[in-house]
T-cell receptor
Framework: AQRVTQPEKLLSVFKGAPVELKCNYS??????LFWYVQYSRQRLQLLLR??SRESIKGFTADLNKGETSFHLKKPFAQEEDSAMYYC?????????FGKGTRLSVIA | GAGVSQSPSNKVTEKGKDVELRCDPI?????LYWYRQSLGQGLEFLIY????????KSGLPSDRFSAERTGGSVSTLTIQRTQQEDSAVYLC????????????FGQGTRLTVV
């Protein structure tokens, strides 16, 4: 079965501090991992995907198959990063999402 | 349209009534997904359509929930005999292929059962 776990419901950090949003997954095959973000009053949208190994808005995420993790990181948080973040996995079934982490960046 | 469109944006219904939620995917997208978003539960997968294949209904929470997709385009999610626990935001998403990298989401329908 596919499962995504985001252990933190809420994460508060000060502006300029590093951010790490945790994501662990369960899947026996080779997964595709994603981070989606939902800003206030906006639609859920793709932030980044592990296969492209890109940095979007300063965020990066590395797939660690040994630890079955795909944590989202940013070295210096900005106020505009405040949003709801969802980790998602696609295996042999459609996208499965975690319960999300609300990031609050305090000025 | 330019994106996934859902209607209505908000729906208030009385317990026991049936409701229909509509989703217009991006033109040309063959994959369509329905999710339910509620506080503390994140995004719960409901049902998935891919082209002419049989839909994946594994996420539907009960037989009161059903969905159809006509002509490979518009989809309707129907909830019969609504209950208060059905109150949530229902999200629709579409992608070009089932294994396409990005799913594009609609703005959602907020359902409130009173």
């Amino acid at each position: 079965a596919q499962r995504v776990t985001q252990p933190e419901k809420l994460l508060s950090v000060f502006k300029g501090a590093p951010v790490e949003l945790k994501c662990n997954y369960s899947y026996s095959g080779s997964p595709e991992l994603f981070w989606y973000v939902q800003y206030s009053r906006q639609r859920l949208q793709l932030l980044l995907r592990h296969i492209s190994r890109e940095s979007i808005k300063g965020f990066t995420a590395d797939l660690n198959k040994g630890e079955t993790s795909f944590h989202l990181k940013k070295p210096f948080a900005q106020e505009e990063d405040s949003a709801m973040y969802y980790c998602a996995l696609r295996g042999n079934t459609p996208l499965v999402f975690g319960k999300g982490t609300r990031l609050s960046v305090i000025a | 349209g330019a994106g996934v469109s859902q209607s209505p944006s908000n729906k208030v219904t009385e317990k026991g009534k049936d409701v229909e939620l509509r989703c217009d995917p991006i033109s040309g997208h063959t994959a369509l997904y329905w999710y339910r978003q509620s506080l503390g539960q994140g995004l719960e997968f409901l049902i998935y359509f891919q082209g002419n294949s049989a839909p994946d209904k594994s996420g539907l929470p009960s037989d009161r929930f059903s969905a159809e997709r006509t002509g490979g385009s518009v989809s309707t999610l129907t909830i019969q005999r609504t209950q208060q626990e059905d109150s949530a935001v229902y999200l629709c998403a579409s992608s070009f292929l089932w294994d396409d990298t990005e799913a594009f989401f609609g703005q959602g329908t907020r359902l409130t059962v009173v």
